[in-house]
């Protein structure tokens, strides 16, 4: 096969991957709902979640001997990353599916590629110019739109917990992104995981709110969340990075929220009023013209949802994760 067809061959693999990846993540509001239904507790899903994913990635990496071995200052960082910064991403993102249409939850989560912008002009000290405030104003128009007037009846804990998980992602991702070492994105989701685990069963143990009274369906919508939702997602997102570059990829990875808003109206009977819409849209514009504008290493971050789609960093510890 001539170089050519190769090429051809590997950038559709890498858009069929993404895509898949895209739909992956898009569902993962629905199976959060569908195990909030059964009784189970935000802390208890992300705890299931975050060890599902922490032992598939474990158990594929260990025997082939690519886990490596953290330095003590790498360490410190994935603790700080995965116990902390992106357990309170997914804490108040997972809180906000619980209290308002998933499919506003992800829409506001797409808040994090402007913030990123801003976030990282300010660490750079340099003066922000119409690259990064457009995306900004673009998104807080679009953010406007979705929320409505105070009328509008929307859950106002709901919103601010989907606001707060756009800006701790937006912050995880600048904050991991300045910091590299020697591990590769797949080890970095595996440890990242296993320290979110960690941080959600301590809370869970020390608020009383890790529970297994939950009807039996409730596992096998937690291993949805924990198996396609993350595993497969995050995995098929590497590989779309890999095949097309982490811009190309993250831009493709924005199917998500449309895949999230067509399957809460199909599976949750969650419509969203057209204003709504219109106001997604155009959160969804400011994010592309914030991936756009964003440096490689610190726009690419695409993926909500899970411990990170670390795409842009390569072979380095980086916070360009994936949201949820």
Known sequence: MAHAEVAVVMVRRGVAATLVSAAAFGFMPVFASYAYGTGMSV???LALRFAVAAAVFLAWLGPRGRLGRPTGRQWALL???GGGMYAT???LYFTAVG???PALAVLLLYLYPALVCLL???AERVRPG???LGPVLVSLGGLALVVGPPEAGLDPVGVL???GSAVSYALYIVVGSRVSAALSPSVTTAYLALFATGS???LGLATGALEFGFAPAGWGWAAAVGVFSTVLAMSLFFAGSAALGPARASLLSMAEPVVAVAAAWLLLDGSLAWPQLAGGAVVLAGAAWGMLSAPAADGSGARAGGAAAEPPAGERVSGSGVPG
């Open 43 to 45: 802390t208890t899903l």
């Open 120 to 122: 990282t002009a300010a």
């Open 79 to 81: 603790a700080l990353l």
């Open 200 to 202: 959600f069963t301590l």
């Open 89 to 91: 991403q997914s804490l």
């Open 130 to 132: 119409l690259a990064v």
């Open 161 to 163: 917990a989907a606001t």
């Open 99 to 101: 209290r308002i249409a």
